[in-house]
């Protein structure tokens, strides 16, 4: 059936550090994946999305690769900082009329000072 | 994310009552979803709706039901078939760019 997993599920990083979560799915006909950030208390949020047409996508201190034949995506961030504590998730659009996104289990994520 | 409300935040309901929670949304968007969230266990599928009147189970749809009479209104119905009602409830809305936006949720407590 339709799948995303999620790795590691807890992940803790010097301050300054990179950090890398990485995902795979099942569906060999997706083509959008998001990822979002929930901090402690609030609603999930989009950070980043990448399309099946492109490697690679940058947004500052965050950047996505995906490899489709191997059917993973990753989530790259850079010079982490204290806000980018959170819980990690990415996502996968599914369906056979690409209806529904299905999420990874997540990743809590903790920079340490 | 202000054109999603969800009420109450935080409810309160014995087993085996059935209980409704809100989902309204002022954001013109056709697609509406439910998702429950538990600790480790990321968001899971319940319900979604991409046109009034229509809507498709999700990959946990036992034990819910749901209505979409209205664009801007999407409420789910814990029943008392669900086995584990207690888990916090987002609702989320997307347009044709698919990215998802979510409602402040209700963390939902049965005993």
């Known amino acids: 059936g339709e799948n995303v997993e999620q790795h590691p599920s807890t992940l803790s990083v010097q301050e300054g550090d990179s950090a890398v979560i990485k995902c795979t799915y099942s569906?060999?006909?997706?083509?959008?994946f998001p990822w979002y950030k929930q901090e402690l208390g609030k609603r999930p949020q989009l950070i980043i999305d990448?399309?099946?047409?492109?490697g690679e996508k940058k947004d500052q201190r965050i950047a996505v690769t995906l490899n489709k034949t191997a059917k993973h995506f990753s989530l790259h961030i850079t010079e982490t900082q204290p806000e980018d504590s959170a819980v990690y998730f990415c996502?996968?659009?599914?369906?056979?009329?690409?209806?529904?996104?299905?999420f990874g289990s997540g990743t809590r994520l903790s920079i340490r000072p | 994310d202000g054109g999603i409300t969800q009420s109450p935040k935080y409810l309160f309901r014995k087993e085996g009552q059935n209980v409704t929670l809100s989902c309204e949304q002022n954001?013109?968007?056709?697609?509406m979803y439910w998702y429950r969230q538990d600790p480790g266990q990321g968001l899971r599928l319940i319900y979604y709706?991409?046109?009034?009147?229509?809507?498709q189970k999700g990959d946990i749809a036992e034990g819910y039901s749901v209505s979409r009479e209205k664009k801007e209104s999407f409420p789910l119905t814990v029943t008392s078939a669900q086995k584990n009602p207690t888990a916090f409830y987002l609702c989320?809305?997307?347009?044709?760019?698919?990215?998802?936006?979510f409602g402040p949720g209700t963390r939902l407590t049965v005993t």
């Open positions: 569906d060999s006909a997706s083509n959008y």
């Open positions: 989320a809305t997307s347009s044709g760019s698919y990215e998802q936006y």
């Open positions: 709706s991409q046109i009034v009147n229509d809507f």
């Open positions: 990448i399309r099946s047409n492109v």
């Open positions: 996502a996968a659009l599914v369906g056979s009329s690409a209806s529904k996104i299905i």
């Open positions: 954001l013109n968007h056709d697609a």
